[in-house]
């Protein structure tokens, strides 16, 4: 069964033939569930969903493929590729490498068609001044942005994180989407969407494309000192099972201004 309608698909179609302008790798994994209730791991519940989501993309543009991989059959390889939990949508273009965990749905997922358009171009339109300051990093980031798909702030950070990964190659960029893991949303405390964390250290809320710089800047040079933000906006967390229970208004938040990345691109329905 088609994930895209038909006219999802020719609208994403016209954003990708006008803007998509080098070749993208997706290595999508995922895993057959048991039937087994594990009390410790979420089950993979979109992993058809985002397999057959990868296939439509790869029909709508010659310049996408896709390389499926089962996460159990290929388990030496997820190990070697640090890959924890299924889905995930690994994206390659130009020796970058972007990774998303869950299923890009929602307010998501044109975030993620213009992540996809971005690591296509190798280029992105960051400032002059963040270009400098990840040129001069030390050492390589680990920047993970914790997300959810009913969430403006998440698509804002999606973008801006996948931006930054898109323009160095020493940024390694994760994108969790944590409504459908409610068990590792527990694990992880998780109570407020967008969260950052920037090699191991967590922050709360949205960041600017200089603050973000910045603070990576400082935790890479061994500055612990959080950059003061102006305003520090986040949206309560809840699972995919209790956001279908509110209305939504009560899920839906306000985006704050464009993002350091292109976007335009609307999914009716979404």
């Not at 059959?73 to 965990?101: D, H, K, M, S």
Request: hydrophobic share 45%; with cysteine; proline share 7%.
């Amino acid at each position: 069964m088609a994930v895209l309608s038909r006219a999802d698909q020719l609208a994403i179609s016209r954003h990708l033939n006008e803007r998509l302008a080098g070749r993208v790798g997706l290595e999508v994994w995922t895993r057959k569930e048991s039937g087994l209730v594990l009390t410790d791991r979420d089950p993979c519940t979109h992993c058809d969903e985002v397999l057959t989501l990868a296939r439509e993309l790869v029909s709508l543009h010659s310049a996408i493929s896709i390389t499926p991989y089962d996460l159990d059959r290929f388990a030496e390889r997820a190990r070697e590729e640090g890959i924890e939990r299924a889905p995930t949508i690994q994206l390659r273009a130009g020796g970058a490498r972007l990774r998303f965990v869950g299923y890009p749905s929602g307010l998501l997922f044109p975030a993620f068609i213009d992540g996809l358009v971005l690591a296509g171009a190798r280029a992105t339109p960051l400032t002059t001044e963040t270009r400098a300051v990840l040129q001069g990093l030390a050492e390589p980031v680990r920047l993970e942005v914790l997300v959810a798909p009913y969430d403006g702030y998440s698509a804002y950070m999606l973008r801006l994180a996948v931006a930054l990964g898109v323009e160095s190659h020493d940024v390694h960029i994760t994108i969790t989407e944590m409504a459908e893991f409610p068990i590792l949303a527990a694990q992880r405390s998780v109570t407020e969407v967008p969260v950052v964390v920037i090699n191991g250290r967590r922050y709360s809320g949205i960041f600017t494309e200089a603050n973000l710089v910045e603070q990576m800047r400082r935790i890479v040079s061994g500055d612990m000192e959080p950059v003061i933000r102006e305003r520090v906006l986040s949206t309560p967390f809840v699972t995919a099972e209790e956001a279908q229970r509110l209305p939504a208004e009560a899920t839906t938040s306000q985006p704050p201004p464009p993002p350091a990345a292109p976007g335009g691109l609307f999914i009716p329905g979404r």
